[in-house]
C-alpha cells in the first residue's frame, strides 16, 4: 500500500512571511520580555465616572455660545463701527485744528494698527463696504496730503524697523 | 445592521444623537484616554486631550463616511489632538518639543498620578529618546497592543514599514535599559 499517497495536508495555514519573521519575531519577544508591561500611570478616583457629564456639560456650554446674531442687525452695528473708524481715521490725518502740523508716524501707526487690527479680526466688512456708503465729496476729504509725513519721520521709522540696513540706498 | 453601523445612524440623527454619543464615550473613553495619556504624559493634560478629542468627534460625525472603522478613525483624532496639543505647547513656551517630552517625563517623579517604579520610570525616559514617529508606533503597539493592520490604518502608513520601526523602536529601548542599568 502506497502510504505517500495517502499523506494529506493537515488543513492548516500559516501567513505568507511566517517562517522569514519568525527569527525577528523571537528576537522581539525576548527583548520585550525585559521591559515592564505598565506605564505606571495613575488617574482621580472618579475620574471616568464623572467624566461623560462634564464632557456634555462642555458641549452644551460651547453650543450656548455661539448664538446665531441677526445679520441685519450685525451689518448695521458693523457698518457703523466702520464708518466712525474711518473718520477717525480722517481726523487724524486732517487734523483741521492745526493744518500746517505733520502727523508724526507714531501717532499715525497707533491709530492705523489699532483700526487694522479691527478690520482685521473683529469683522468682516472691508473698505469697499464703507466706501461705497460715503458721498464722493466725503471721500475726497479723507486723503493723504504729500508733505504731512516729513522726510525725517520717514528715516526715523526706517532706521528703527529696518532689519538690514544695507538696503537702505544711499 | 451591524452594532457598530447602527450607532453610527443613531450618531448622525438628531433626534438620538445625544443618547448616542453618551453611549460611545461610555464605550471608548477608556481606551482613548489611556492612548492620549501615553503621548501627553500627565493626566490633566490628558484630560483636555480626551475633552477635545470627543468634541471634534461629535462635532465631525456627520462628515463620518464608514471608510474605515469608527474606532480607527476615533483613535486617529485622538492622536492628532495629542500631536497638535504638545506643538502648540512648546509654540507657547517657545521650545522644541522634544524639551515638552523631557520635562514631562522628568516631573513624573513628582506627579501624583504616577505610581510606577524606577523600571517604568527608565522606560519613558528609554521611549523619550526615540523620534516623534517611533515613539509613537511603539506606544500603539507595545502598550495598546494593536495590530499592524490596525496601526497600518491609523496612521497611514505600511505595514512593512511598521514592523521595522516598531522593531528598531524595541531594539534602541532595550539598549538604552541596559546601558542604564549598568
Redesign the interface.
Given at each position: 500500500m502506497d502510504h505517500s499517497k495517502n499523506k494529506k495536508k493537515p488543513g492548516f495555514d500559516l501567513p505568507n512571511d511566517y517562517f522569514e519573521q519568525l527569527e525577528t519575531n523571537i528576537e522581539l519577544a525576548e527583548m520585550e520580555a525585559i521591559l515592564p508591561e505598565t506605564t505606571g500611570f495613575s488617574i482621580p478616583s472618579d475620574y471616568f465616572e464623572k467624566f461623560e457629564d462634564v464632557l456634555l456639560n462642555t458641549i452644551h456650554e460651547n453650543s450656548t455660545e455661539s448664538k446665531v446674531i441677526p445679520l441685519h442687525r450685525k451689518t448695521w452695528f458693523q457698518l457703523t463701527i466702520g464708518i466712525a473708524a474711518c473718520l477717525l481715521i480722517g481726523l487724524f490725518i486732517l487734523n483741521p485744528s492745526n493744518p500746517s502740523a505733520s502727523t508724526s508716524f507714531e501717532e499715525l501707526d497707533i491709530a492705523a494698527y489699532e483700526v487694522a487690527d479691527y478690520f482685521e479680526n473683529n469683522t468682516t466688512i472691508n473698505t469697499d463696504d464703507v466706501a461705497d456708503l460715503l458721498t464722493d465729496e466725503e471721500i475726497e476729504e479723507i486723503t493723504l496730503e504729500n508733505d504731512i509725513l516729513s522726510t525725517v519721520n520717514v528715516e526715523d521709522y526706517l532706521l528703527d524697523n529696518l532689519d538690514d540696513t544695507s538696503l537702505l540706498i544711499e | 445592521m451591524t452594532g457598530e453601523k447602527q450607532l453610527i445612524a443613531s450618531l448622525q440623527s438628531n433626534d438620538s444623537k445625544?443618547q448616542a454619543?453618551?453611549t460611545l464615550?461610555?464605550e471608548y473613553?477608556?481606551r482613548l484616554?489611556?492612548h492620549i495619556?501615553?503621548i501627553v504624559?500627565s493626566?490633566d493634560d490628558a484630560?483636555d486631550v480626551?475633552?477635545n478629542t470627543?468634541?471634534k468627534i461629535?462635532r465631525s460625525i456627520d462628515k463620518f463616511k464608514g471608510d474605515s472603522k469608527l474606532y480607527t478613525w476615533m483613535y486617529r483624532i485622538a492622536t492628532n489632538e495629542s500631536i497638535t496639543f504638545i506643538n502648540k505647547k512648546a509654540k507657547r513656551q517657545l521650545v522644541s518639543t522634544e524639551e515638552i517630552q523631557k520635562a514631562a517625563i522628568n516631573s513624573l517623579t513628582s506627579d501624583v498620578?504616577?505610581?510606577?517604579?524606577e523600571?517604568?520610570?527608565k522606560?519613558?525616559k528609554a521611549i523619550q529618546q526615540l523620534p516623534d514617529r517611533q515613539q509613537l508606533i511603539f506606544k500603539m503597539k507595545?502598550?495598546d497592543d494593536l495590530t499592524y493592520e490596525e496601526l497600518s490604518e491609523i496612521l497611514e502608513t505600511s505595514v512593512g514599514g511598521l514592523?521595522s520601526s516598531?522593531?528598531i523602536a524595541?531594539?534602541k529601548?532595550?539598549a538604552y535599559?541596559?546601558n542604564e542599568t549598568i
Open positions: - | 445625544e454619543f453618551r464615550v461610555s473613553k477608556e484616554y489611556w495619556r501615553r504624559i493626566h484630560d480626551l475633552q470627543f468634541i461629535f498620578y504616577f505610581e510606577g517604579n523600571a517604568q520610570l522606560l519613558q507595545y502598550f514592523k516598531y522593531h524595541v531594539k529601548i532595550t535599559i541596559k
